[in-house]
């Protein structure tokens, strides 16, 4: 008889019991009313505008933003790094470190190549950020990227008229993101449940009306929404797959 270990299903959300943080912005969450909850969700309610729903957006008090308990720089700075990296993880719903690590090599390419060096990490915002599943989360036609990952595996997704299954098709400025009729209903249900908050990025076109994404222009020196700023340190994650 052949011994096969069985891994325990731990549920997403005991992850952020551990990092304190909401990272993937379920709405879900808020509902649970067991007492193992109640802590986070005190940080949470406090953290919001309207200490009702969590929006991450406190831009009228300075001090809400998270700011390391650690006086010494060097002190902890093992578990800051850990840390960072399972909220990378959480955000990006667990890319595999080879492809992250070939995106860090491909940005530190591009930066040095030009004649005005750019820090690598701005172009390794830019692949992570011009995903296709990252696109549909962005645009807020689904909840979640695994939402996004399902609609692009089943071939609901139109890239300039052609269906794409890769997650991690890169789109390009002019390109053109529409959904099958087939999953319009689908669509529909998660706009009507989506907060629309925060606000797509600027360079991306949507309409709502028609189920369609334009990209506009390149990511690249596009400025990160607050909601990565608060728990993404792009330079500690560029800095840990250059290894």
């Known amino acids: 008889m052949i011994a096969t270990k069985k891994y325990r299903h731990r549920p997403v959300y005991k992850k952020f019991l551990n990092l304190r943080d909401n990272v993937q912005n379920r709405q879900k969450l ?5 007492k193992k909850w109640q802590n986070l969700l005190f940080r949470l309610n406090r953290t919001s505008k309207i200490r009702k729903k969590n929006c991450y957006y406190k831009f009228y008090d300075q001090n809400s933003y998270n700011i390391s308990k650690y006086n010494n720089f060097f002190s902890k700075n093992y578990k800051q790094d850990v840390l960072t990296r399972k909220r990378f ?27 005005n060096k750019i820090n690598s990490k701005h172009y390794f915002y830019n692949f992570l950020e011009k995903r296709l599943d990252v696109i549909l989360l962005r645009s807020h036609f689904v909840l979640s990227i695994r939402n996004s990952r399902q609609l692009i595996s089943h071939g609901h997704i139109f890239v300039n008229n052609k269906v794409v299954t890769e997650n991690s098709f890169l789109l390009q400025p002019g390109d053109l993101v529409t959904f099958s ?28 009306r028609l189920f369609q994404i334009s990209v506009l222009e390149d990511s690249t020196f596009s400025n990160p929404a607050p909601k990565h700023s608060l728990w993404l340190n792009l330079s500690d994650i560029t800095r840990f797959y250059t290894k």
Request: charge should be positive; include cysteine; glycine fraction near 2%.
């Open 30 to 34: 808020f509902k649970f009313k067991k």
């Open 181 to 208: 009729s087939k999953s319009h209903k689908l669509v529909q249900h998660y706009l009507t449940v989506s907060e629309m908050w925060p606000l797509p990025p600027e360079y991306l076109q949507v309409s709502y």
């Open 89 to 115: 993880n959480l955000f990006y719903s667990d890319l595999g470190e080879k492809y992250l690590k070939s995106c860090s090599q491909k940005s530190r390419t591009r930066s040095n190549q030009i004649k």
